[in-house]
């Protein structure tokens, strides 16, 4: 058997969805995947519920799908040899809601294979995420040919614990997709924006591995995703970033052996204890 | 004053926009609202105030001066100075504008119509004169397939310093989370005149009116009250421990808490389970 590659392409599709309108992103999510096959993407992510748009409020159940949905079949159709990463409300077998995202391609037999609920649901400012969605109770591995990876969506990595949970099990790639509402101040970068890549940076340096975040782009009901998607070297440099606010392709090499490098200079998950007592 | 007891920046700091990020956020948002409606555009009052400037100044930017469609709205006793203010921004950006006249249809509700009233105050005729202003914008955007583009800022939103189906009813508000201060700043990186950015505020009401002369205060020292209490979440007791005037802060929420009806506009009575607005919380976009 062929050993694994070490190296694969890795595409973010920093793109606006309409809101409820799961028909026409489904033909942007294809016509993306046609773009990334020509630049020789093996792994394309798309943002967080992009096949649906996020504020939905009671629209969530009218977009909702069940995993096995034929629009989700189309999507891995088109993806072929590709991976491809998806966001969308999940119609559970057992009759709840989740925002899930999904990864297919890789010619499986056209189901998906891989589905992240998202954990941590955020219900606070302008949030109202547990309102319509059910949190996942799961974490896993994203079955990836080249390493272990792991999937988050946005809220999840405010909790720490999972990216190291992750990360300590083996991971060497974490994959943040993400619809971050954008804030301005007197800052060139959007001010979410800067929140987000100390984030991305010091989960990237704590946990040495490699930090992909693909947020979205556009507007609904008046409040903006501020884009700005970014890849973050095991050792928390920032490797290349999308534009903030446009639509873009960001296309990057990931050299998984990075991750060995640096934890190999900077053994910091070997080195994590939990025997240590306290406090009270 | 401002801040003084603040851990790090002060309020007026922590107001600051980075202009080109704030120029090119509000244009797409413009533009996005635009497109997404199928409109052609924009129509706009312009009262040669800064506010309703910066909106077509940015609506300038987002569509091109040919979508911008300008309405100079005076009443016969409205300032000519306003009017000559409005059409220097028109003529600055490009824009195509238009002057209807609204002392016919004002003076026939008040002269003819209810002229058996003799009590008529100034605020019920500048609430008339805001809502006519309104009809007139909603007629010609629906000639002209347009979008009518708000102009009110957050600070005269959070006062309710607006009149309800009158200024506070436009389609879209780019300005409508930029404190005044805010808008000052965002005209002066877009190079309004000065003769517009740097005068008293005036909805122009009555000859010689000013905003700050009515509201009792100024609009800097609002925005920093409304910021500390809305942006920071400390109590009124906190902002006036911090060295505000304490009966600036009593009115300033007194203000706040009494005009909130004006931010929620068509309250429904709800009977079913799935009353518009609160179980059918549907989007607009």
Redesign the interface.
């Known amino acids: 058997m062929a050993e694994p590659r070490s190296t694969f392409t890795l595409g973010l599709a920093q793109i606006d969805s309409r809101?409820?309108d799961p028909e026409a992103n489904l033909e942007k999510h294809l016509a993306w995947i046609e773009r990334a096959r020509e630049q020789g993407v093996d792994l394309l992510v798309f943002p967080e519920l992009s096949l649906t748009g996020y504020?939905?409020?009671?629209?969530t159940a009218r977009v909702a799908m069940k995993a096995d949905a034929p629009a989700l079949r189309r999507l891995a159709e088109a993806a072929g040899p590709m991976r491809v990463i998806a966001g969308f409300v999940e119609a559970s077998e057992r009759g709840v809601l989740h925002n899930s995202c999904v990864l297919v391609g890789g010619e499986s037999s056209g189901a998906p294979f891989f589905l992240h609920r998202k954990l941590y649901l955020p219900t606070y400012g302008l949030f109202q995420e547990e309102r319509f969605f059910r949190p996942g109770k799961r974490l896993d591995f994203a079955p990836l040919p080249w390493c272990r990876a792991g999937l988050l969506i946005c809220e999840d990595l405010w909790h720490p614990e999972l990216a190291r949970r992750l990360a300590a099990a083996g991971a060497k790639l974490l994959l943040v997709t993400s619809a971050a509402p954008?804030r301005?101040?007197?800052?060139?970068?959007?001010a979410n924006h800067e929140n987000w890549e100390i984030l991305t940076r010091a989960t990237s340096l704590l946990d040495t591995c490699w930090v992909v975040y693909c947020n979205r782009v556009?507007?609904?009901?008046?409040s903006?995703y501020a884009g700005g998607s970014h890849i973050v070297s095991p050792g928390g440099d920032v490797l290349d970033r999308a534009p903030?606010?446009d639509e873009h392709l960001l296309v990057a090499e990931i050299d998984l052996r990075e991750a060995d490098r640096v934890r190999w200079r900077l053994p910091l998950l070997e080195d994590e204890r939990d025997d240590i007592e306290g406090p009270a | 004053m401002s801040g003084m007891n603040s851990p790090g920046k002060s309020v007026l700091d922590r107001l600051r926009l980075n202009g080109p990020l704030a120029e090119k956020v509000l244009t797409s948002f413009i533009r996005d609202a635009v497109e997404n409606s199928g409109t052609e555009g924009v129509v706009v009052g312009l009262s040669g105030g800064v506010d309703s400037s910066l909106s077509a100044a940015l609506a300038v930017r987002a569509l091109g001066p040919e979508k911008v469609h300008g309405y100079l709205l005076p009443y016969r006793t409205s300032s000519p100075e306003s009017e000559a203010d409005a059409r220097l921004v028109a003529e600055h950006l490009g824009m195509p504008h238009r002057v209807i006249d609204i002392s016919p249809m004002i003076d026939a509700y008040f002269q003819t119509a209810i002229a058996d009233e003799k009590d008529v105050d100034s605020g019920r005729r500048g609430n008339k004169m805001a809502r006519e202003r309104m009809t007139i914008l909603f007629d010609q955007a629906k000639r002209l397939n347009a979008l009518v583009l708000g102009t009110s800022n957050k600070t005269e939103i959070l006062l309710g310093y607006s009149t309800v189906f009158g200024d506070n009813a436009s389609s879209l508000n780019p300005l409508g989370d930029l404190y005044k201060h805010q808008v000052w700043q965002l005209s002066r990186h877009l190079e309004l005149p000065e003769q517009v950015v740097g005068k008293a505020p005036s909805a122009d009401l009555w000859p010689g009116q000013t905003d700050e002369g009515e509201l009792g205060f100024s609009y800097v020292l609002a925005d920093e009250i409304l910021s500390l209490l809305f942006d920071q979440g400390l109590s009124p007791e906190e902002v006036v421990e911090r060295g505000y005037d304490e009966r600036v802060v009593k009115r300033i929420v007194r203000l706040e808490q009494q005009f909130r009806f004006k931010r929620r506009l068509m309250l429904i009575a709800r009977l079913s389970g799935s009353a518009i607005n609160l179980d059918q919380e549907i989007p607009r976009d």
């Open positions: 809101l409820g504020r939905l409020l009671h629209l954008g301005i101040g007197a800052s060139d970068a959007p556009g507007w609904e009901e008046g903006f903030f606010l």
